[in-house]
């Protein structure tokens, strides 16, 4: 065999080696490691179907702009059709702020929460925080979701209420270093003062 | 005919501030002198900055400067979500009162929620010459 072919084969095989190990360490990464099939399962197998905790990123420059400037921009597939349209039709009252809107922005904001909401996009995490919500008034607040609550249970107060560089759950990006790419993955936690989150 | 002719472009020229390429407070300004209003006060807008309004429903003491601060130069804070907000004066902040859309809106959320109500065109003046010369 000519040296050339030899050495063209040696690293062939160096990065097939390579990236067999860089895909087997993505998938050590994730908390499951396959995806159901969605099918017509109860609310309680939709909740904690194993998915990959990523939801689409805010892709609405509009949204970004107008609903970003005051607080982190929250994914639509955070919250139900039903709470986003509540939402945006109080923006008077929006949890005690003022947040009104030109009538067009309003309309093609609320259109592109509705669209990509929780239930109408029904896979991953969106599908398990409809699913959590089963057989209660959707919450206004995404930190009021069944699906918010539970994952967030053993977090004690002084990490986050009592905690200067966080204040509040509603804070997602203070904690959650990729949430403004659309991922809520556990090793991405870093606690502000405390580090990372050790489950 | 020179005559006329130079009558009218001195006329055109006197009035190119009111036209579309004048900046956005002129704009908003020349709007308000049509609602009503007959001359602006910087010093009124300074007023009406630092002035306290009593929000009915919490009690809560509002005023600009809760989010903005008294001195604009400043970076302020939102009050609830304490997120930073860029300092208001344009000689700090050129960005600022650059955007007339973005003024209208909040000028119309921020005094809806500072004062209980909307701002007069007085008042949304007055408040944009006080801002202009920071």
Not at chain 1, 125 to 130: A, D, Q
Not at chain 2, 23 to 52: H, K, M, N, P, S
């Amino acid at each position: 065999m000519k040296r050339q072919t030899k050495i063209l084969l040696l690293v062939m095989s160096g990065l097939l080696l390579g990236l067999t190990g860089v895909v087997l360490a993505e998938r050590d990464d994730h908390e499951h490691e396959y995806e159901h099939e969605e099918h017509e399962h109860g609310y309680l197998q939709r909740w904690f179907a194993p998915t990959r905790p990523v939801i689409s990123p805010v892709v609405s420059q509009l949204y970004q702009e107008e609903c970003g400037s005051c607080h982190f921009a929250y994914q639509p597939g955070l919250l139900p059709a039903v709470s986003w349209q509540q939402i945006m039709q109080n923006l008077d009252d929006h949890f005690g702020e003022n947040a009104e809107l030109g009538e067009a922005e309003q309309a093609a904001i609320q259109d592109y929460l509705l669209s990509l909401s929780a239930g109408r996009v029904d896979q991953g995490l969106p599908r398990r925080i409809k699913a959590s919500l089963d057989g209660m008034t959707p919450p206004l607040r995404i930190t009021k979701t069944r699906f918010f609550l539970h994952e967030h249970d053993e977090i004690p107060q002084l990490m986050v209420q009592d905690n200067d560089q966080v204040r509040s759950f509603s804070n997602c990006d203070a904690c959650h270093s990729r949430a403004a790419q659309g991922s809520f993955r556990e090793h991405e936690i870093l606690i502000p003062g405390y580090g990372r989150w050790d489950d | 005919m020179f005559h006329r002719l130079s009558i009218a472009l001195t006329t055109s020229l006197a009035l190119l501030p009111l036209s579309a390429t004048a900046d956005a407070t002129t704009q908003l300004q020349a709007v308000y002198l049509t609602q009503g209003v007959e001359r602006f006060d910087a010093a009124d807008g300074a007023a009406l900055w630092q002035q306290q309004f009593t929000h009915a429903k919490s009690g809560q003491q509002r005023s600009c400067t809760l989010c903005h601060t008294a001195q604009l130069g400043n970076p302020g804070k939102h009050a609830r979500t304490g997120k930073p907000i860029e300092p208001m004066a344009p000689s700090v902040n050129p960005q600022r009162l650059t955007d007339k859309a973005k003024i209208e809106k909040w000028l119309k959320r921020n005094c809806k929620w500072t004062l209980g109500r909307e701002c007069t065109p007085q008042e949304k003046g007055d408040l944009l010459s006080f801002i202009r010369n920071q």
